[in-house]
């Protein structure tokens, strides 16, 4: 019987620019580490930096540390609503993976793609940052079931990143959006719908406030 694969992408942009995606090739642990960086403001000769929010800052150090080590299916929908208004300004990157079709396996031929990805991960300019993985399908099929299938998908991206490649698992929180947030609502069945989310959450400070 042919082994189908469904396409899954992990999905992204730099903060509030245009997407970057690499569709068909294994993006390089340098090129995500260039993706997921957060953008520095400048300051020009006649201009000040722009201040910082650091009350919605705080508020987001706070959420992120509440749902940190939490099992995604934990999540309510508030948590999950909550989390993608955060990631939406944040640095993201396109991958492509591939999973088995119908199930949370990682493809052999999408190996190297996933350690391209812990590589990047690992980098030290990225060290102390909190990083969501979303889960995300198609419209194909129930509700409740595509729900699990991008839980299931999201938890098996983390645990390969922490058991095979040594991330600190707390540095990662997972959600499922099951087909809820497709990636084009135009075409809710398309296989670009079918994609794994990494965002740089950019709170460093997080990290440092664990007790």
């Not at 042919?2 to 992990?10: A, E, M």
Request: hydrophobic share 35%.
């Amino acid at each position: 019987m042919t082994r189908l694969l469904s396409i899954v992408t992990l999905s992204a942009a730099l903060s509030m620019t245009v997407g970057i995606a690499f569709a068909g090739e294994t993006v390089s642990a340098d090129k995500i580490v260039r993706a997921l960086k957060p953008t520095s403001p400048t300051r020009g000769l006649s201009m000040a930096a722009p201040q910082v929010d650091t009350v919605q800052q705080t508020k987001e150090i706070s959420f992120l540390n509440s749902v940190r080590n939490r099992k995604t299916r934990s999540l309510s929908f508030d948590e999950r609503q909550e989390m993608a208004e955060i990631a939406a300004t944040k640095p993201k990157i396109d991958l492509e993976i591939r999973f088995d079709y119908n199930s949370a396996e990682i493809s052999k031929s999408s190996e190297q793609a996933v350690e391209e990805l812990a590589k990047a991960l690992s980098d030290p300019s990225l060290k102390g940052s909190t990083f969501m993985l979303a889960g995300h399908t198609d419209a194909v099929g129930g509700e409740s079931y595509n729900q699990q299938l991008s839980e299931r998908r999201a938890d098996t991206i983390k645990k390969v990143l922490t058991e095979e490649f040594g991330i600190n698992g707390s540095d990662l929180v997972t959600v499922g959006y099951g087909k809820s947030r497709p990636k084009d609502p135009n075409e809710p069945m398309d296989p670009s719908n079918r994609r794994v989310q990494v965002v740089n959450m950019d709170t460093k400070t997080a990290a440092n406030s664990r007790q």
